[in-house]
Each structure stands twice: as C-alpha cells, then as structure tokens.
C-alpha cells in the first residue's frame, strides 16, 4: 500500500519560516512528479509547488520566492522549505504524488497556521 506522510506543519509568527515534510512509503516506489498543495477553510485545494523527477519546478503564483521545494530520491522524501511566512499562508499542506499511469496519491495532510 502506497502511502504519502506529511510532518512538520504547526503554529509560526508571520515572518518566520517552516518547513514541512513528506515521506513516501514503500521507500522504493517510484514517484515521476511530486508536489504541495495546501487548502484553506472555505478555499479550494491549491498548488504550492511541484517537482518532477528531473528537478524541475513550479510554483504558485502567491509564492513569489518565499518557498523551495526539494526531493530526496534515495529516501522517496518531499520537502517544502517556506520563508517569510504571512498570515494568508495559513491552510493545511498536502503532499501529492503521481505514479505509474498517472495515478494520484494523496497524504492527509498537515495544517500551518501563521499568527500575526
């Protein structure tokens, strides 16, 4: 059973940064692109960033520089390093990967909330 496991969210000051973290399970199997989503209340699921398996990256609009997304191979990681944190950032996060015929799997989700 595939299984994607979001860590790391939690309550920041606006300003400040997080990083939230997701490991794939099992460790071998094989992701082409992975990515971040994140969802406020009331909001529609959003992209934050993604990475395909040759390290190319996208991000939201919203972004603008504040975020990295990295991707450990070796150990089937995605990491979601936000900077200059605001109080819109606030949402849970949700790690996405796609596998093999474009099947879609989904972590639970860890929530961010930024404080003024």
């Known amino acids: 059973q595939v299984r994607l496991v979001e860590s790391g969210g939690g309550l920041v000051q606006a300003g400040r940064s997080l990083r939230v973290s997701c490991a794939a399970s099992?460790?071998?199997?094989?992701?082409?692109?992975m990515a971040w989503y994140r969802q406020a209340p009331g909001q529609q699921r959003e992209l934050v960033a993604d990475?395909?398996?040759?390290?190319?990256?996208r991000y939201g609009d919203f972004v603008k520089g504040r975020f990295t997304i990295s991707r450990d191979h070796a150990k089937n990681t995605v990491d979601l390093q936000m900077n200059s944190l605001k109080i819109d950032d606030t949402a849970v996060y949700y790690c996405?990967?796609?596998?093999?015929?474009?099947?879609?799997?989904w972590g639970k989700g860890t929530l961010v909330t930024v404080s003024s």
């Open positions: 990475i395909t398996s040759g390290g190319i990256r």
């Open positions: 996405n990967g796609i596998g093999p015929w474009g099947t879609q799997f």
């Open positions: 099992p460790s071998t199997f094989g992701f082409s692109d």
